[in-house]
Each structure stands twice: as C-alpha cells, then as structure tokens.
C-alpha cells in the first residue's frame, strides 16, 4: 500500500517563475492539505481540497492556487515566485470523514534564486 | 484563533533516561492534538493523537503523551530514551469542526549515548 508520494523531491527556480508541485494520497484517501516549512519552522497550512474544491485556506496569497483531480490526486501552483517562496511543500492526505491523522509525503524542496 | 507553542527549541537526554518534550495549545472548542516527528530529509510521521476518552494516550516506538485540560497541554513522553529518538518532534492541533492542523514550532531532540 502506498502512502503520499510528492514530486518532484527538489526543484530550483528563479525569482518570478511558476512552478507545480504534484500530490498522490494514500490510498483510500479523499482530501488533500498542503503546507509550506521554512527552514526552522513548523508546517504552515496553506489550503485544503477535499471533492474537487478548495475547503478551507490558511494566510497565504493569491498566488498560491491548488486543484484537485478525480483521482483524488492534487496539484500546488506557485506564481510569481519570491525568494521567500523557498521551502519545503508538504502534502498531506486523510480520509475526510474520519476527520482525524493527516499522513505526509516526504515533501518537495523547492529553492528560488 | 488556533495555537501551539513549543518552548523550548531543544531538548537534551541521556540514552535509557525518560524523556519529555513539552507542548501548549489553545482552542476555541474541544482540542484535536496529534504529535508528529521528522526525520532529516524526510515528512512528517503521525506519533499519536488525543481526540477524546483517557488523558494518557499512547502511540509508535513507545512514545506516550498526557492531555491536560485544565493546563492545555499536551506533554509528550517516553520512559527509557533511545538514540534513535534523536529527531525534530512537532506538536499540532485541531479546533472541533475546523479541517486546518496548526503546528507549533519543533523541539528538536539529542538523545546522548
């Protein structure tokens, strides 16, 4: 049984690129959340999709936008990048109507330049 | 409005003492905690979860964690610490009817041969 797998596991961009960032869940998974962990930092909640839609966000900007697909699998686009963009991108999935553990990919190191 | 807070951002024990890493929450309603640990490089692994019942709530690799309500915390303990230990523990927590999990900041943990 697999469990979240993220790719890519690096990628380096410069200042004012787009970049996309791809989520597989677990298996048996429905909902998927996103979390940007600066350097030294806990995970900070970016957005959630659960049925295709956004469900909930966190303080992030418009450049941050998401989708996700039938299969449940889920994108995180970035516009516009900054350099404070530079992060590690963590996916997370869960079974929306247990409402309980998020289990976490090993995450996407993302280095702006 | 959700938080966690981690004081300290390290914590030092010798192999085969017991160990605590400590953690604070506050919520609007009844609390969701979870802990989770990470290893270098690597997401974030589900340790344990307090949803409701008894305030000893016990998880992986031995770890076990005491909710206190009337002191809104959540402790995260183990009676003998092994070297293996060694990793970056977060605390998280999750307002009754709300989907985003709030991470405090880490506690990294040096389990001493």
């Known amino acids: 049984d697999a469990g979240v797998t993220q790719s890519p596991t690096h990628l380096i961009k410069t200042r004012g690129q787009q970049v996309t960032l791809r989520c597989s869940p677990k298996?048996?998974?429905?909902?998927v959340s996103w979390y940007q962990q600066a350097l030294g930092q806990g995970p900070q909640f970016i957005f959630q999709?659960?049925?295709?839609?956004?469900?909930q966000r966190g303080n992030f900007p418009d450049r941050f936008s998401g989708h996700q697909f039938p299969n449940y699998s889920s994108e995180l686009n970035v516009n516009a990048l900054l350099l404070g963009d530079s992060a590690l991108y963590l996916c997370?999935?869960?079974?929306?109507?247990?409402?309980?553990?998020?289990?976490f990919g090993a995450g996407t190191r993302l280095s702006v330049l | 409005a959700q938080s966690v807070a981690q004081p300290e951002d390290q914590v030092n024990v010798a192999e085969g003492n017991p160990l605590t890493v400590k953690c604070t929450y506050s919520?609007?309603?009844?609390?969701?905690l979870f802990w989770y640990v990470q290893y270098p490089n690597r997401g974030l692994q589900f340790l344990l979860k307090?949803?409701?019942?008894?305030?000893l709530v016990k998880g992986s690799y031995g770890f076990e964690a005491e909710f206190n309500k009337s002191q809104t915390s959540f402790h995260l303990k183990k009676p003998s610490a092994l070297v293996s230990d060694s990793a970056l523990y977060f605390c998280?927590?999750?307002?009754?009817?709300?989907?985003?999990?709030?991470f405090g900041k880490g506690t990294r943990l040096h389990i001493l041969p």
């Open positions: 997370a999935s869960s079974l929306k109507a247990a409402k309980n553990i998020q289990y």
């Open positions: 298996s048996g998974h429905d909902t």
């Open positions: 999709y659960y049925e295709e839609e956004e469900r």
């Open positions: 919520v609007s309603g009844n609390p969701y």
């Open positions: 307090y949803i409701t019942g008894d305030n």
């Open positions: 998280a927590v999750r307002d009754y009817g709300d989907d985003k999990i709030i």
